[in-house]
């Protein structure tokens, strides 16, 4: 399980990725990777398209391919 700080911008587009804890420094790459390609609809306040920042937790599993 890893947390990450993220902000998306008004057009839905994640610009910032920050970890907020420790994990094996692979593992931290693939969120980012995941987190910059992923496309969100964007917040709305008073109607008007706003930037979001939030907290998003990811959980990993083990493969065997």
Known sequence: LSECFV?????????T???LQHA????LQ?????????RFSP???EGRWVKAQLVV???YSASNQ
Do not use: H, K, T, W
């Open 30 to 38: 693939a969120a980012r990777d995941l987190l910059l390609a992923a």
């Open 7 to 15: 902000v998306i911008d008004e057009a839905g587009v994640v610009n």
């Open 24 to 27: 094996p420094p692979e593992l």
């Open 57 to 59: 937790e990811l959980s």
């Open 17 to 19: 990725v920050r970890n």
């Open 43 to 45: 917040a709305r306040r």
